[in-house]
C-alpha cells in the first residue's frame, strides 16, 4: 500500500487542520478506551458485541466540546458508524478538527459499494485502490480519517490571485503604503546621511507614479531623474536601511557592496557616522569596498571597535 499527501491527491482542496497546524498553540485530543472482547473469524477482525451505539455518543461529544484530535483504538469503530457519519451533515466533523477512526475488517466489495454511494455526495472517499487487487479476503486493520474541508474554484482562485495582485499588491501601491508606514524612518536616515540638508521632505506622487523630494524653499518638489547621483544614492540607502531597521525576525546583519560609489565625500562621511550608531544597537556590518580611500576611512571610523573590527582583503 502507498501513503500520499492528500493535498497532493486532491490539489483543490483547502485543508487546514488544527493538529497539522506549524504554531505553539495547544490542541485538545480525546481518545475512547472502551471494553469489549475481539472477535476474529474467516469474515470479521472487530469487537465481538455491537458497539453500535457507543461510538456516536463519543464522536458527539468529541464535536461538542471542539476537539481538536478524536481516535478510537484499532479494530473498534463498526462501519455502519462511518456510513452514519457520511449519511448526515450534522454528523460531520467540524472544520479544522480531526477523527482517526480505527475500524473493523472490511471486504473489497463492501469498500466499494461504500465509495459508490459516495459518488452523488458531498463526501470523498480516498483510498489505495492497488490493496484490492487481489479482489478477495479481508482489509485488516483500516484507519479513516475524517475531516471537513473547503473545495477551492480554481477558476475563482486564479480570478482572486489576480484581482489580488493588481489591486492590493500593484508595485506602485506596495510603495506608497511602504513610505506611508515608513516616512518618518526614512526621512530621518536621509538627513542623517545627506549632509546637506537641502530637501526636507519625501514625497510619493501616486498619480504620476514618482518620488519626489521637497525642499526648503517653496519651490515645487524635485522629482528624482532631476536630482544628483550622490542624492539618489542616499535617498536609495535610505530606503534600504529602514527596510532593515523594520527587520525583526532575520540575520542581525547588514550586507553591503560598494553602496556609496556616487555619494560625495561630505556624504561618506555622514553615512559612516549613521553606521557606526547602527553597530552601537547590536548590528553586525559586513562592507565590502574597491576604493582604498574609503577603506581606509572605515578603518579609521570603526577603529573604536578594537578586535570587532576585522578587515579581509581580497585579491585577483
Not at 448526515?88 to 459499494?113: D, F
Request: include cysteine; aromatic fraction near 10%; glycine fraction near 4%.
Amino acid at each position: 500500500m502507498i501513503f500520499k499527501f492528500f493535498d497532493i491527491v486532491r490539489n483543490d482542496l483547502l485543508i487546514d487542520l488544527e493538529v497539522l497546524t506549524k504554531d505553539t498553540n495547544l490542541y485538545t485530543s480525546m481518545l475512547l478506551q472502551h471494553e469489549g472482547i475481539f472477535n476474529v473469524t474467516e469474515n470479521k477482525f472487530g469487537n465481538l458485541d455491537d458497539q453500535a451505539d457507543l461510538f456516536p455518543k463519543f464522536l458527539c461529544v468529541a464535536k461538542e466540546q471542539q476537539v481538536s484530535l478524536a481516535v478510537t483504538p484499532e479494530y473498534s469503530c463498526p462501519w455502519l458508524v462511518i456510513h452514519s457519519i457520511m449519511s448526515y451533515i450534522e454528523k460531520w466533523p467540524s472544520m479544522r478538527k480531526l477523527w482517526a477512526l480505527g475500524c473493523a475488517s472490511i471486504t473489497p466489495q463492501e469498500l466499494l459499494a461504500l465509495k459508490e454511494k459516495c459518488a452523488s455526495s458531498n463526501v470523498i472517499l480516498y483510498f489505495d485502490e492497488s490493496a484490492l487487487e487481489k479482489g478477495g479476503g479481508l482489509l485488516l486493520d483500516p484507519l479513516c480519517y475524517v475531516f471537513n474541508v473547503t473545495i477551492i474554484n480554481r477558476l475563482a482562485k486564479a480570478i482572486g490571485l489576480l484581482a489580488n495582485i493588481l489591486e492590493r499588491d500593484a508595485e506602485m501601491k506596495v510603495l506608497q503604503d511602504f513610505l506611508n508606514e515608513n516616512e518618518s524612518d526614512i526621512q530621518g536616515i536621509f538627513q542623517s546621511i545627506h549632509s546637506q540638508k537641502e530637501f526636507i521632505k519625501i514625497i510619493f506622487d501616486y498619480k504620476e507614479n514618482n518620488v519626489k523630494l521637497k525642499g526648503n524653499g517653496e519651490n515645487e518638489p524635485v522629482s528624482l531623474n532631476k536630482i544628483s547621483a550622490g542624492q539618489r544614492s542616499a535617498l536609495a540607502l535610505s530606503f534600504f536601511l529602514a527596510l532593515n531597521k523594520k527587520l525583526n525576525k532575520g540575520p542581525n546583519l547588514i550586507l553591503m557592496d560598494d553602496p556609496i560609489t556616487y555619494v560625495g565625500d561630505l556624504n561618506v562621511l555622514s553615512f559612516l557616522d549613521y553606521l557606526r550608531e547602527m553597530l552601537i544597537n547590536d548590528r553586525q556590518i559586513f562592507f565590502a569596498t574597491a576604493n582604498k580611500k574609503l577603506a581606509g576611512l572605515c578603518e579609521k571610523k570603526f577603529f573604536f571597535l578594537g578586535s570587532d573590527f576585522e578587515t579581509w582583503i581580497l585579491n585577483d
